[in-house]
């Protein structure tokens, strides 16, 4: 998770995540969001949603969706 203004903006990783099926992951991305958080939070609380294979980030705070 990082910050955009006064949103978190959220980065999720997946396995198998490509470049060229990013289309795909982002839908099956939001899809996870909206129903593990909320449609509206999604569209009013949460900033920039990144999409990155894991090992993409280097982040010991990386956290399992659960946890959010």
Same mark, same amino acid.
């Given at each position: 998770? @990082?910050? !955009? #203004?006064?949103?978190? #903006? =959220?980065?999720?990783? $997946?396995?198998? +995540?490509?470049?060229? /099926?990013?289309?795909? @992951?982002?839908?099956? #991305? @939001? =899809?996870?969001? %909206? /129903?593990?958080? #909320? !449609? +509206? %939070?999604?569209?009013?609380?949460?900033?920039?949603? %990144? $999409?990155?294979?894991?090992?993409?980030?280097?982040? &010991?705070? =990386?956290? &399992? =969706?659960? !946890?959010?």
């Amino acid at each position: 998770m @990082f910050t !955009e #203004g006064a949103s978190p #903006g =959220l980065a999720l990783v $997946f396995d198998g +995540y490509r470049d060229d /099926q990013r289309d795909a @992951f982002a839908q099956i #991305g @939001f =899809l996870l969001l %909206d /129903q593990a958080l #909320g !449609e +509206y %939070d999604v569209a009013t609380r949460v900033g920039t949603i %990144d $999409f990155q294979p894991v090992g993409a980030l280097h982040n &010991p705070s =990386l956290l &399992p =969706l659960s !946890e959010l």
